[in-house]
């Protein structure tokens, strides 16, 4: 597993992070065991993963807890997040803090992320909790201030692109990946300068995931004219990227190693509720880059795309 820098925290974290949401949410929405859940997230640390991320809302942070129990907490990364589904104020996010911090088993959290505000909702938030949250990283039980961006409401990170003016925001969470690559052009400048942490979501969700959902995906977006109908086999619209000359061994793989090497990307994060799942997506990481030639090409047919997300 290899390990960077994230950003200004100086936090050394996995390239590779184990997201505990999204479709699986560590196995919980398929029916597996809580002791299921456990033992994935265990095998993660013991593969060299040492950053975990979760929320209150996963209703995974209880696993997460039970889960890093006799580990050394100082060489893990844990990051949680308060909803901001609904309107809060600055004891919603004290309360919800202490009941993350018990969950986890833990006096700290390394990074705590304000959850997919909306942009209508930012400047309240920076006027009445941002101020609470500076005061928590003061007392010690918050390392450094998240913010994550609502990306299937605002695939175009018109809310990430207000924040990365502002200048408490440690870390941010991004959605990215091959379908959509406009976090090159309005959010990755902007926290490669200000040396941001940026932690990606989306990497892989059901649109490169599910055999047939990347031709949903690609008829989407030739329905919106944001790809050019000439650039792509629509029948095996990535086909492309695996074969043998250093190419993808499958369209997941593909995937994970698009934003691998993406400059300005610091973890990419995977979500599984199986251990051969995640053993397999270990692997992708330790191989190199995509070949040039396929990279360029995917960045040339979808230069233009910024209406999906790939969920």
Excluded at 3 to 24: D, E, F, I, N
Excluded at 102 to 109: D, E, M, P
Excluded at 131 to 152: D, S
Aim: some cysteine; proline content about 5%.
């Amino acid at each position: 597993m290899e390990y960077t820098l994230l950003g200004r925290t100086a936090l050394k974290v996995s390239k590779m992070g184990l997201g505990c949401g999204g479709p699986s949410q560590i196995g919980q929405r398929y029916g597996r065991s809580v002791e299921e859940s456990v033992a994935v997230v265990r095998h993660a640390l013991d593969s060299g993963i040492n950053f975990i991320d979760t929320a209150e809302s996963y209703q995974t942070e209880a696993i997460v807890g039970q889960a890093i129990r006799g580990y050394d907490r100082e060489s893990l990364v844990i990051s949680t997040k308060k909803s901001t589904s609904r309107p809060i104020t600055a004891k919603d996010v004290e309360t919800s803090l202490e009941r993350s911090l018990s969950r986890l088993g833990t006096s700290y959290v390394d990074i705590y992320h304000l959850h997919a505000p909306a942009l209508r909702d930012y400047a309240f938030i920076v006027k009445e909790i941002v101020p609470t949250l500076q005061h928590l990283k003061a007392e010690g039980k918050i390392r450094f201030l998240g913010i994550t961006e609502r990306f299937n409401h605002e695939p175009q990170h018109k809310m990430l692109q207000r924040a990365s003016q502002d200048d408490f925001w440690d870390v941010m969470m991004v959605g990215f990946n091959l379908l959509n690559q406009t976090a090159r052009k309005y959010v990755f400048p902007k926290t490669m300068k200000k040396n941001i942490g940026v932690l990606i979501m989306y990497a892989v969700r059901r649109a490169l995931s599910q055999p047939e959902r990347p031709r949903q995906g690609i008829q989407e977006l030739l329905k919106n004219k944001q790809i050019d109908p000439s650039d792509l086999d629509r029948d095996n619209p990535l086909g492309f990227l695996i074969h043998p000359d250093g190419g993808a061994v499958s369209l997941t793989d593909a995937a994970y190693r698009f934003c691998r090497y993406e400059p300005g990307t610091h973890v990419i994060l995977s979500g599984t509720g199986n251990i051969e799942h995640l053993t397999e997506n270990i692997e992708s990481f330790t191989r190199p880059p995509l070949p040039e030639s396929d990279i360029r090409r995917l960045k040339h047919v979808f230069r233009n795309a910024d209406s999906i997300t790939g969920q």
